[in-house]
């Protein structure tokens, strides 16, 4: 099985194939991690989506995209690479529960949706947000252990489903030319 890291700009392209490692541009923190993947923990994988191409058509309609094919099986073996569906949304409703048990457990806060604001903005001074990030901590490891496998079950996985899995990964990825 494989898969494909692809990106548009020709200078981390070059990059990657000088250091031989995936290495994201830097445009991409910041933009392609989101506040609820970073609050759960997951800003020390690089994502990699098996299976799937992603295209970046150019003004011209023209793919404007370098990659890599990259050995799943190996990384999930080699580099303990975690298995599992796109979390994201499950993670956004997770905030919400939470944010929602603070409220209704809160003699002072009354609006779920202020507080789930502060905590995506950073605002860590915003009452009730400390219980609200540390509810949401323990319940995202909990999703975590339930959704995403490594070694044989993650092999099995790969082999198995049918629908869209990501590969965690905890470290650059190597490129297919070593």
């Known amino acids: 099985m494989i898969l494909a890291h692809y990106t548009t700009d020709e200078a981390n392209y070059n990059e990657c194939l ?6 994201p541009t830097k445009e991409w923190y910041g933009k ?9 923990g997951d ?5 990699l989506l098996v299976n799937e191409r992603y295209v970046a058509l150019d003004e011209e309609g023209e793919d404007n995209s370098f990659g890599f094919i990259l050995d799943a099986e190996s990384l999930v073996e080699k580099n303990s690479a975690l298995v599992g569906p796109d979390l994201l949304n499950e ?8 944010a929602t048990h603070t409220v209704l457990h809160s003699s002072t806060l009354k609006n779920v949706q202020l507080l789930v604001r ?12 400390t219980e609200t ?8 490891t909990e999703l975590q ?9 993650a092999l099995k996985l790969l082999k198995e489903s049918s629908g869209p899995l990501e590969l965690l990964v905890n470290v650059a990825a190597p490129s297919t030319d070593n």
């Not at 000088?18 to 290495?23: A, E, P």
């Not at 502060?118 to 009452?127: F, H, R, S």
């Open 118 to 129: 502060g905590i995506l903005a950073g605002d860590t001074n915003e009452p009730g947000v």
């Open 145 to 153: 252990n339930e959704r995403r496998c490594r070694g044989e079950a």
């Open 32 to 40: 392609k991690l989101f506040a609820e993947d970073f609050l759960a």
């Open 91 to 98: 993670y956004r409703v997770l905030l919400n529960e939470c």
């Open 133 to 140: 990030v540390l509810l949401f901590r323990e319940r995202a």
């Open 43 to 47: 800003h020390k994988y690089v994502f």
């Open 18 to 23: 000088k250091r031989g490692t995936i290495v």
